[in-house]
């Protein structure tokens, strides 16, 4: 199949699903930044520990966990409502909005949601600030998943049959390629937002489980509607 093919057969998918944070606005906004400060924060202040020593913890649970929260409800039976009211209590005037992306999200056929391991106030405000809230028909979020984040089995089959999708007529979009894997497994069509941190690269090496790999999301769902991307990448925001 060629690439303009391969394109054209997705304007069949029934499905889109978004995860969020680095893939609906680029990384280069820099929001995980802040994200990430305040996790080692609210370490620190909760076992009352240095920021240092936070740090070295923080990178410990996401790595045995794979995410911070689940390693400290698992370990230490957190608040995961307040551990996500204080982490995502961030300025997003950073982000801008991208008319290419909403023009290619209006034009996108199927419904669209969001799949994010952060919070619905979260992904709200992003979403808004975006200027793309109203296109999704929902978002299916850390709490929705049980506090079980990507990529664990297990809210990837809460997220079908919740919002009773078909993984044959769906696909998913992330930056982290290791959270393409079980939508595969499942039947989905999958798409990585490529990146270089070794986080978001872990599991391109397996490879198979990813389907089409890009570099701009705003331009490559343009093309796949078939928009004119001569002109109008030139008013992408992102």
């Given at each position: 199949?060629?690439?303009?093919?391969?394109?054209?057969?997705l304007?069949?998918?029934g499905?889109w699903?978004?995860?969020?944070?680095n893939?609906l606005?680029p990384?280069s906004c820099n929001?995980?930044a802040?994200?990430?400060?305040r996790?080692s924060?609210?370490?620190?202040?909760q076992?009352?520990i240095?920021?240092?020593q936070?740090?070295?913890?923080?990178?410990r649970?996401?790595?045995?966990?794979?995410?911070?929260l689940?390693?400290?409800?698992?370990?230490h039976?957190?608040?995961?409502?307040?551990?996500?009211?204080?982490?995502?209590?961030?300025?997003?005037s950073?982000v801008?909005?991208?008319p290419l992306?909403?023009q290619a999200?209006?034009r996108?056929p199927?419904?669209?949601?969001?799949y994010?391991?952060?919070?619905?106030r979260?992904?709200?405000?992003?979403?808004?600030?975006?200027?793309?809230?109203?296109?999704?028909?929902?978002?299916f979020d850390?709490?929705?998943?049980?506090y079980?984040?990507k990529?664990?089995?297990r809210?990837?089959a809460?997220?079908i049959e919740?919002?009773?999708?078909?993984?044959?007529?769906?696909?998913?979009?992330?930056?982290?390629?290791?959270?393409?894997?079980?939508?595969?497994?499942?039947g989905?069509?999958?798409?990585?937002?490529?990146?270089?941190?070794?986080y978001?690269?872990a599991g391109?090496?397996d490879?198979?489980h990813?389907?089409?790999?890009?570099d701009?999301?705003p331009?490559?769902l343009?093309?796949v509607?078939?928009?004119d991307?001569?002109?109008?990448h030139?008013?992408?925001?992102g």
């Open positions: 199949m060629t690439a303009l093919a391969s394109l054209a057969a304007r069949d998918t499905v699903i978004f995860d969020l944070d893939t606005y990384a929001l995980f802040q994200v990430d400060r996790i924060e609210f370490i620190a202040n076992f009352d240095p920021f240092d936070a740090r070295i913890q923080q990178k649970f996401f790595r045995d966990y794979g995410t911070t689940r390693g400290l409800m698992v370990e039976g957190a608040d995961p409502v307040a551990y996500m009211d204080y982490v995502h209590d961030i300025d997003v950073g801008q909005p991208s992306l909403t999200l209006d996108l199927g419904r669209k949601l969001i994010t391991n952060g919070s619905t979260h992904a709200e405000n992003v979403a808004g600030r975006l200027g793309i809230l109203d296109r999704f028909e929902a978002v850390i709490a929705a998943a049980d079980v984040p990529p664990d089995p809210p990837y809460t997220l919740r919002h009773a999708i078909d993984p044959s007529r769906a696909c998913m979009v992330e930056d982290i390629a290791r959270n393409l894997a079980p939508a595969h497994a499942l989905m069509t999958t798409v990585w937002l490529r990146g270089e941190k070794d978001e690269r391109v090496e490879g198979i990813i389907d089409h790999s890009v701009d999301l331009l490559w343009a093309q509607v078939g928009l991307t001569a002109n109008l030139q008013t992408n925001g």
